[in-house]
Structure formats: structure tokens, C-alpha cells
């Protein structure tokens, strides 16, 4: 028994305008969330800003191929399932990213039902439990505890249940959708009510098509239709087409709107939260973004601190997300904590969880340490050697040749290598990705340090 596909979404990474429309609708009618990209670029972005239940690549795209984006982001994109699309011509290719880490491929042309048959197959029954957890988090976030973010909790509270639209600013992967989805859940009555996520950012280019997925026409109603009296939340509004700027701004200045083909104004009860990662003020003098869609905005703004400057909140995340990928029997070493805590966090919250889910994935034995979380630093997972005194020399285990500092990089590279390939069972492609690095990398490396892949 499968659940409900409604609360499913996917990331699509397609060129080809009409088969990449006619399978976003159709995705779409069966109320599955569908963002997509027409580019690799455009598909690594939106990556790393969602979570989809299922992402769907064509291997070849307009700047590069998907080939080397997937390897590149299967690291990154933990247990999120993979499909690769491609004509009959590039099955070898299907085939070899099959053997690194992706999960099927789907030979074009193809009817769309065979997507939504593998997102079902892809996404069980047991994820009930997954939701509860997610709805539990939303009302006590973890990581919400360091000072900037109790800080920030508090500022939510005191605007949750006003009407006023919000502003919600911060780094990609910081969790401004957390944020939202806590904020509706404390505005009163109107946290019953929907609560529905626009993403601006895959909006299609076209204003007539972004319109219909917004608005609505009669047959079929829009986003903000589907909100009713609860919260309509524009994720990463910055990204939103120049061209159906102003039709924002009239929806958040009169509250109303108009269905495609209507001459009569809809009125909507809708509360408007928006969300940035980026610099909106920047964008408004560049001429990119509305100046007075930008006002509207920002009457309330709250700003989320970046996960680099909340090291009290990392052990508690990293706890909640251990738990959730396994509930019984893993634990984090010290050095994994402290390894952690020297991490920059580039991608935020978002990383965190798909570091701690690859790791839960791929670790041998219950303690995750270093080397699982951060497999492209390589890192020693032997003690470190007693501090030696200033003049003397470390002798080689034969006793007749100093060990220099190129042999002993090269000894604890070698000794890493084999093991993630043993883990691997030998396959390259899966150690590459556990690894953090391209299989050509991987194959140069082991070349040099005489390592064989048997």
C-alpha cells in the first residue's frame, strides 16, 4: 500500500520544452509538486533548495551533461532517489550511473504514469512516520535553541498572529521554510487552513503559464485559490519572472486577483508570507526587481542566522536527523562532533541532513565518525600519532627509511581509498560518490597509488 502522491514533490531536470510541459502537467494533475530546471545550472540550483521525494534528470542537457551533475550531487542529495532519462542512444551512460548510485532510468519516449508508478514505488507507506516527525518539528524545531535563533523564535511569535505579510530573509539551506510552515502553525484560526508553497523560482518563464499555475482559469483553480483563508507562502520570491512582478504586487496591495479568461476580480483571504536568499535592496537598484513589489514585502522582515554562527544548535540537529535516518542503534563519535563544528556549513541546515542521512547510508559499524560525514576530505580514521620532540625524526615501520611527510599523505590515502572500496564492494563509481570526488579523480588516484579496484 503506497500513500497519497499529493504530498509528494519532484525536481525535473529536462531541455526538451514540449515533453518537459506535457510531463510537469501531468505530474502536476496527480498533485505532485514538480520544480523544474531547463539546465544543469538551473537543475544544481534548485537542488540545493528543495528536498524532492524524487529527481528526474535527463542525461543530456544544454550545458553540460547529467552524467557528471548527478555524480557530482549524489553526495549532497543523500537517499533522494534517482531517475535518469534518456533516449535509446544513451543507455550505456543510464547504465554506468546506475552502477554510481542511481536508483533507475527511463528510456524516452515514455508515458508519464511511469513516473508517477515509480514515485509511488519510491515512496512507501511507513512515511506516515516521516510526516509526524516533520509536523513535530515545525512545532518544537530542534536547532532552535543558540541565542540567535531564540532571538529569532521570539520575533516569529510576536508576528505570527497578525496579518501583516512577512518577510522572510537568509542563506539558502537555512531553513526559512521551517520558519514559514511554524509561523502559519501559530497564527491562530487560520492555522487550520491550507497552508500552500508557491516556488517562484520554477515558475515557468511564460506570464500566461505562470499566471494559470497561480491564478487559475475556470476549470482548474490556482495557488492562491488553493490557500483559501490560510497562508500562501512564495518561496524564494527574488527568483520571481519580471514579467509577473506587478501582477504580485496587485495581489498583495488589493487582495484580489483574476482567474485566466474572468473579467470579475476573486477575492482572496489568504495571508502572505514570502521568503529571499538574496539582495533584494541589490536587485531593486539593478532595475531586476520591483521597487514598490519590494516595499510591499519588507513592511516585517525576520532574518535567520546562518548555521555557522550557531555551534550550540549543531549537536542537537545532528541528534534529530541521526534519529529520523536511524532510530536505534547509530551514534556520533566525538570526532564526527568536532569535525562538525570546524565545517563552515556553506549549505546550511539542508547540508547538515543530507550529510547525516549519506552517512547513515553508507558507515559501517553504529558510530558514524569523521571520515562518514566528510568523505572528500578523506580524513584518518586511526588516532592521531603522540606529538613527536622538535630535531627527532619518525622512523618508517621497516626501521631504515624516514617516512616523509609525501609517503605518509600517500600511506593514509591508499589505506582510505581500499577501504571505501571494500565498503563499495569494489564498485568505483560508488566509492567516487562516497568519496566526494569524480570517478576519473578517483581512477587518476588509485592509478598513482597502485591501488586496484578487486
Same mark, same amino acid.
Given at each position: 500500500?503506497?500513500?497519497?502522491?499529493?504530498?509528494?514533490?519532484?525536481?525535473?531536470?529536462?531541455?526538451?520544452?514540449?515533453?518537459?510541459?506535457?510531463?510537469?502537467?501531468?505530474?502536476?494533475?496527480?498533485?505532485?509538486?514538480?520544480?523544474?530546471?531547463?539546465?544543469?545550472?538551473?537543475?544544481?540550483?534548485?537542488?540545493?533548495?528543495?528536498?524532492?521525494?524524487?529527481?528526474?534528470?535527463?542525461?543530456?542537457?544544454?550545458?553540460?551533461?547529467?552524467?557528471?551533475?548527478?555524480?557530482?550531487?549524489?553526495?549532497?542529495?543523500?537517499?533522494?532517489?534517482?531517475?535518469?532519462?534518456?533516449?535509446?542512444? %544513451?543507455?550505456?551512460? =543510464?547504465? +554506468?550511473? #546506475?552502477? $554510481?548510485?542511481?536508483?533507475?532510468?527511463? &528510456?524516452? @519516449? /515514455?508515458?508519464?504514469?511511469?513516473?508517477?508508478?515509480?514515485?509511488?514505488?519510491?515512496?512507501?507507506?511507513?512515511?506516515?512516520?516521516?510526516?509526524?516527525?516533520?509536523?513535530?518539528?515545525?512545532?518544537?524545531?530542534?536547532?532552535?535553541?543558540?541565542?540567535?535563533?531564540?532571538?529569532?523564535?521570539?520575533?516569529?511569535?510576536?508576528?505570527?498572529?497578525?496579518?501583516?505579510?512577512?518577510?522572510?530573509?537568509?542563506?539558502?539551506?537555512? %531553513?526559512?521554510?521551517? =520558519?514559514? +510552515?511554524? #509561523?502559519? $502553525?501559530?497564527?491562530?484560526?487560520?492555522? &487550520?487552513? @491550507? /497552508?500552500?508553497?508557491?516556488?517562484?523560482?520554477?515558475?515557468?518563464?511564460?506570464?500566461?503559464?505562470?499566471?494559470?499555475?497561480?491564478?487559475?482559469?475556470?476549470?482548474?483553480?490556482?495557488?492562491?485559490?488553493?490557500?483559501?483563508?490560510?497562508?500562501?507562502?512564495?518561496?524564494?520570491?527574488?527568483?520571481?519572472?519580471?514579467?509577473?512582478?506587478?501582477?504580485?504586487?496587485?495581489?498583495?496591495?488589493?487582495?484580489?486577483?483574476?482567474?485566466?479568461?474572468?473579467? =470579475?476580480?476573486?477575492?482572496?483571504? $489568504?495571508?502572505?508570507?514570502?521568503?529571499?536568499?538574496?539582495?533584494?535592496?541589490?536587485?531593486?537598484?539593478?532595475?531586476?526587481?520591483?521597487?514598490?513589489?519590494?516595499?510591499?514585502?519588507?513592511?516585517?522582515?525576520?532574518?535567520?542566522?546562518?548555521?555557522?554562527?550557531?555551534?550550540?544548535?549543531?549537536?542537537?540537529?545532528?541528534?534529530?536527523?541521526?534519529?529520523?535516518?536511524?532510530?536505534?542503534?547509530?551514534?556520533?563519535?566525538?570526532?564526527?562532533?568536532?569535525?562538525?563544528?570546524?565545517?563552515?556549513?556553506?549549505?546550511?541546515?539542508?547540508?547538515?541532513?543530507?550529510?547525516?542521512?549519506?552517512?547513515?547510508?553508507?558507515?559501517?559499524?553504529?558510530?558514524?565518525?569523521?571520515?562518514?560525514?566528510?568523505?572528500?576530505?578523506?580524513?584518518?580514521?586511526?588516532?592521531?600519532?603522540?606529538?613527536?620532540?622538535?630535531?627527532?625524526?619518525?622512523?618508517?615501520?621497516?626501521?631504515?627509511?624516514?617516512?616523509?611527510?609525501?609517503?605518509?599523505?600517500?600511506?593514509?590515502?591508499?589505506?582510505?581509498?581500499?577501504?571505501?572500496?571494500?565498503?563499495?564492494?569494489?564498485?568505483?563509481?560508488?566509492?567516487?560518490?562516497?568519496?566526494?570526488?569524480?570517478?576519473?579523480?578517483?581512477?587518476?588516484?588509485?592509478?598513482?597509488?597502485?591501488?586496484?579496484?578487486?
Amino acid at each position: 500500500m503506497t500513500r497519497d502522491l499529493a504530498g509528494c514533490n519532484v525536481v525535473m531536470i529536462e531541455d526538451d520544452p514540449v515533453f518537459g510541459r506535457a510531463l510537469v502537467q501531468r505530474l502536476r494533475l496527480a498533485g505532485v509538486t514538480t520544480h523544474w530546471a531547463q539546465t544543469a545550472a538551473a537543475g544544481e540550483a534548485l537542488l540545493r533548495r528543495h528536498r524532492p521525494h524524487l529527481v528526474l534528470c535527463d542525461i543530456r542537457l544544454p550545458d553540460g551533461d547529467g552524467e557528471a551533475l548527478m555524480l557530482r550531487l549524489m553526495p549532497e542529495l543523500g537517499g533522494v532517489p534517482a531517475v535518469m532519462m534518456t533516449a535509446y542512444g %544513451g543507455l550505456d551512460q =543510464a547504465v +554506468r550511473l #546506475l552502477r $554510481a548510485g542511481a536508483d533507475d532510468y527511463l &528510456a524516452k @519516449p /515514455f508515458p508519464a504514469q511511469r513516473v508517477l508508478d515509480k514515485l509511488r514505488a519510491f515512496t512507501r507507506a511507513d512515511d506516515g512516520a516521516a510526516e509526524a516527525a516533520d509536523l513535530a518539528a515545525v512545532l518544537d524545531p530542534p536547532g532552535w535553541r543558540s541565542p540567535p535563533m531564540l532571538a529569532f523564535q521570539g520575533e516569529l511569535e510576536r508576528v505570527a498572529p497578525a496579518e501583516a505579510t512577512v518577510l522572510l530573509t537568509g542563506e539558502s539551506g537555512v %531553513g526559512k521554510g521551517v =520558519a514559514a +510552515r511554524r #509561523l502559519h $502553525a501559530l497564527s491562530g484560526a487560520r492555522a &487550520a487552513a @491550507p /497552508f500552500v508553497v508557491v516556488d517562484c523560482a520554477a515558475l515557468p518563464a511564460e506570464t500566461a503559464a505562470a499566471e494559470a499555475a497561480l491564478f487559475g482559469g475556470e476549470d482548474a483553480p490556482g495557488l492562491v485559490e488553493a490557500a483559501g483563508a490560510g497562508t500562501l507562502f512564495l518561496d524564494e520570491v527574488g527568483d520571481l519572472p519580471a514579467a509577473f512582478q506587478a501582477r504580485l504586487l496587485r495581489l498583495i496591495a488589493e487582495r484580489r486577483f483574476l482567474r485566466i479568461g474572468e473579467a =470579475a476580480p476573486v477575492e482572496t483571504e $489568504a495571508r502572505i508570507l514570502a521568503s529571499t536568499n538574496a539582495d533584494l535592496p541589490a536587485r531593486v537598484a539593478a532595475g531586476t526587481f520591483r521597487a514598490d513589489l519590494w516595499f510591499r514585502l519588507s513592511g516585517i522582515t525576520l532574518a535567520l542566522p546562518p548555521l555557522r554562527t550557531r555551534p550550540d544548535d549543531l549537536q542537537d540537529l545532528a541528534r534529530h536527523f541521526l534519529h529520523r535516518f536511524a532510530p536505534s542503534g547509530r551514534s556520533l563519535t566525538g570526532e564526527a562532533m568536532a569535525a562538525m563544528l570546524a565545517h563552515p556549513w556553506p549549505g546550511n541546515v539542508r547540508e547538515l541532513r543530507n550529510r547525516v542521512e549519506r552517512a547513515v547510508l553508507l558507515a559501517d559499524g553504529p558510530a558514524l565518525g569523521a571520515a562518514d560525514l566528510f568523505p572528500e576530505r578523506a580524513t584518518r580514521t586511526d588516532p592521531a600519532p603522540s606529538p613527536v620532540p622538535p630535531g627527532e625524526v619518525i622512523e618508517a615501520a621497516t626501521g631504515t627509511e624516514p617516512l616523509s611527510l609525501a609517503e605518509a599523505r600517500d600511506t593514509a590515502e591508499r589505506a582510505h581509498i581500499q577501504r571505501v572500496l571494500a565498503r563499495c564492494g569494489g564498485r568505483v563509481g560508488d566509492a567516487a560518490g562516497a568519496l566526494g570526488v569524480s570517478r576519473t579523480t578517483l581512477w587518476d588516484r588509485m592509478r598513482r597509488l597502485g591501488v586496484s579496484a578487486r
